[in-house]
């Protein structure tokens, strides 16, 4: 069974602090997707990044990088030189292959970055 | 670009009630999905669609019903509505070309509460 893992509920950092947020995953499938989403304080889901079973590459993009690595099942999030418009919760999701089509979300890290 | 639009963004309904949640894309994507998101939750999927006369249940389905007739909408029916309904209702859509592991598209939510 499909299952996504957000050990951290909620995490506090000052201004300029780097931040780790941990995502863990179960499939049973060797193909398979996963996804970062933000939810600012105004409630919409914003799309962050994709990472395909197949492309372990790591990713940077301005202040954020991504980590995967299958063999440990997780797909963790860093941001670094934290601001305090990088405060949101950040879901972790994950799509198999199977032909279900589903996405299933973990239950959130909810970052506040303090100034 | 419209993207997936949600409505209405609040609704108060008495228990017992009956209302009709609308969703519509104009990405013309093929899967259509509803989740609801609990105070301090993550994401749960009610029911999801992979075109046009095909649903399937997701994890909640229970008090929900879905109807999909056209490519564009996917509506999310609650019939006899219950406090335990209370929450955050996102409709989001994808395209799923094989390989791509498409994100899913977010509408920005429908607010409802039951008393």
């Known amino acids: 069974a499909q299952k996504v893992t957000q050990a951290q509920t909620e995490i506090s950092v000052v201004e300029k602090e780097d931040v780790t947020l941990d995502c863990v995953y179960e499939?049973?499938?060797?193909?398979?997707?996963l996804f970062w989403y933000k939810q600012p304080p105004s409630g919409e889901l914003v799309f962050l990044i994709r990472?395909?079973?197949?492309?372990?590459q790591n990713e940077i993009s301005g202040r954020y990088s991504w980590n995967f690595q299958k063999s440990t099942s997780s797909f963790n999030f860093t941001i670094t030189a934290s601001q305090v418009v990088d405060s949101a919760v950040y879901f972790c999701?994950?799509?198999?292959?199977?032909?279900?089509?589903?996405?299933?979300f973990g239950t959130g890290t909810r970052l506040k970055v303090l100034a | 670009n419209a993207g997936v639009t949600q409505t209405p963004k609040f609704r108060i309904l008495k228990i017992g009630q009956s209302m009709t949640l609308q969703c519509a894309q104009d990405?013309?994507?093929?899967?259509m999905y509803w989740y609801r998101q609990d105070p301090g939750m993550g994401l749960k999927l009610i029911y999801y669609?992979?075109?046009?006369?095909?649903?399937d249940k997701g994890e909640v389905p229970n008090g929900y019903n879905v109807s999909r007739s056209t490519t564009e909408d996917f509506p999310l029916r609650l019939e006899l509505a219950a406090p335990s309904q209370t929450s955050v209702y996102f409709c989001?859509?994808?395209?799923?070309?094989?390989?791509?592991?498409?994100?899913?598209?977010f509408g920005n939510g429908t607010r409802l509460t039951v008393t």
């Open positions: 499939t049973r499938d060797t193909t398979y997707y």
């Open positions: 999701a994950l799509r198999d292959t199977s032909g279900t089509y589903k996405y299933i």
């Open positions: 669609s992979v075109g046009a006369g095909i649903t």
């Open positions: 989001a859509s994808s395209t799923q070309i094989t390989g791509l592991g498409s994100p899913l598209h």
């Open positions: 990472r395909n079973s197949f492309d372990e």
């Open positions: 990405m013309n994507h093929n899967y």
